[in-house]
C-alpha cells in the first residue's frame, strides 16, 4: 500500500507567545498560514482548517484564510477540518470552495461536518433541536451542487430551487468533498449515499475499534450500488526528536485543552496516567518520528484507509514547536510511512 495519502489539520489553537501570555489571534492566523507554507515546502498532501466560533480557537472563516494560503503555495490540497454545514447556508460554502478551487488551481477539498461544538447554532440563528435535520437537508443540496450545473432541490428549512444556476461552476474535474464523521452507522451510511468521501474523526482508544465503521461502508457501497471512494482517518497527534520530548512537550497543552474542555461538558479532569494510556494505546501519535511512523502505518494498515490526517496543534502549544512538528512529520515521518506500507 504505497498510495497513502498524509495530511495536517488545525483549529487555530490560539498559542502562547514568548513570553508565555496567548498570543491574539490576527498573530495566530498568520502562523497558521506559515505553518501550511512548511507543509507544502515539504510535500505534505493536505492542510485542514477547523471552524470554530470561540476564544480558544481563532479560526472562524477558514476559507478566508485558505485563501490566503492558496497564493503562497502550489501543490498542498486546501480544506476544513470540519466546515460546520449544518449552521451554514451550503449555496455560500459551494461558492466560497468552488472559488477557492479555482484560485487554487483545483486544490480545494472541503470536509463537511456537525463539528463538536456547538457555538455556531445560536451565533448564526439555528435551533440545536433541529440538529440532524439541518445536516442532512444541507449535505443533500451541497451534494448536488457539487454534482449539477443547474440545481431542482426543496426541503423543510429553505425555499425550493428550480433549474437554479450557482457560480463559480467547477470545472470539469469537479471537487474532492469529504464528510467528517464521529463515528455512528447512520453518518456512514449518509455519505455513502450522496456518494461522498469519509473522513472518520478518530480522537481516542485504540483505532481498530472502528473496524466496523469501515466494513459498513464497504457493505454500503455494495448495496446501494455505489463504487468505494478513498476512505481516510483524522487524529490528534506532536512529534517531536524522541519520545519523551513529544510526551514531555505536549502534556501541559494536552492537559490545558481538555482541562477546560472538561470543565465545559461535565468530563472528569485528564491525568497524566490516562494521557500516557493514549499515547501508547489510543488514537495520540505522540512521539519520535519513528515512532509516530509505526502507528500512522500500523493504524492505516488495520483500517485498510487511503488517507492520514494528523491534528498537530492541541491547545496554546508555542509556534515554534508547532514548526517543528511539521518538519518533522513531512521530513521524517511520512517518507517512514510510505517505506513500511511499501514493505
Not at 14 to 26: E, I, Q
Not at 96 to 116: K, M
Not at 272 to 292: A, F, H, M, Q
Amino acid at each position: 500500500m504505497s498510495d497513502i495519502q498524509l495530511g495536517l489539520d488545525t483549529f487555530g489553537d490560539v498559542s502562547l507567545g514568548a513570553d508565555g501570555t496567548p498570543k491574539p489571534m490576527d498573530q495566530v492566523l498568520r502562523d497558521v498560514v506559515d505553518q501550511a507554507v512548511l507543509a507544502d515546502e515539504l510535500g505534505i498532501h493536505f492542510i485542514g482548517l477547523g471552524e470554530h466560533h470561540r476564544p480558544d480557537f481563532a479560526i472562524s472563516s477558514p476559507e478566508i484564510v485558505l485563501a490566503a494560503i492558496a497564493g503562497r503555495t502550489k501543490q498542498i490540497k486546501l480544506g476544513t477540518a470540519v466546515t460546520v454545514l449544518s449552521s451554514d447556508d451550503p449555496i455560500r460554502v459551494f461558492q466560497r470552495f468552488s472559488t477557492l478551487n479555482a484560485l487554487s488551481g483545483g486544490r480545494a477539498e472541503p470536509i463537511l461536518g456537525r463539528g463538536s461544538f456547538t457555538e455556531s447554532y445560536p451565533l448564526f440563528g439555528y435551533d440545536l433541536r433541529d440538529y440532524d435535520m439541518l445536516f442532512e437537508e444541507k449535505l443533500d443540496l451541497f451534494a448536488k451542487l457539487a454534482r449539477n450545473p443547474e440545481v431542482n432541490w426543496s426541503g423543510q428549512h429553505r425555499t425550493p430551487l428550480k433549474g437554479q444556476k450557482v457560480y463559480p461552476p467547477l470545472g470539469d474535474e469537479g471537487m474532492t468533498v469529504w464528510v467528517g464523521v464521529g463515528g455512528s452507522p447512520e453518518s456512514v451510511v449518509r455519505v455513502v449515499r450522496h456518494d461522498l468521501q469519509l473522513m472518520l474523526a478518530i480522537i481516542g482508544g485504540d483505532p481498530r475499534r472502528f473496524a466496523p465503521y469501515i466494513d459498513l461502508y464497504h457493505r454500503a457501497c455494495d448495496q446501494l450500488k455505489k463504487a468505494p471512494r478513498p476512505v481516510g482517518i483524522h487524529s490528534p497527534g506532536f512529534v517531536a526528536e524522541t519520545d519523551e520530548a513529544a510526551r514531555e512537550a505536549l502534556w501541559p497543552h494536552y492537559q490545558e485543552m481538555f482541562g477546560r474542555l472538561g470543565r465545559e461538558r461535565g468530563w472528569p479532569a485528564t491525568t497524566k496516567d490516562r494521557y500516557i494510556d493514549e499515547v501508547e494505546n489510543g488514537s495520540l501519535y505522540v512521539g519520535s518520528p519513528e515512532t509516530v511512523a509505526k502507528k500512522i502505518a500500523a493504524a492505516v494498515s488495520a483500517l485498510g484507509v487511503q488517507r492520514f490526517d494528523m491534528k498537530y496543534a492541541t491547545g496554546p502549544m508555542p509556534h515554534a514547536q508547532l514548526m517543528e512538528c511539521i518538519r518533522l512529520y513531512g521530513e521524517r515521518v511520512i517518507p517512514m510511512v510510505n517505506e513500511i506500507l511499501a514493505g
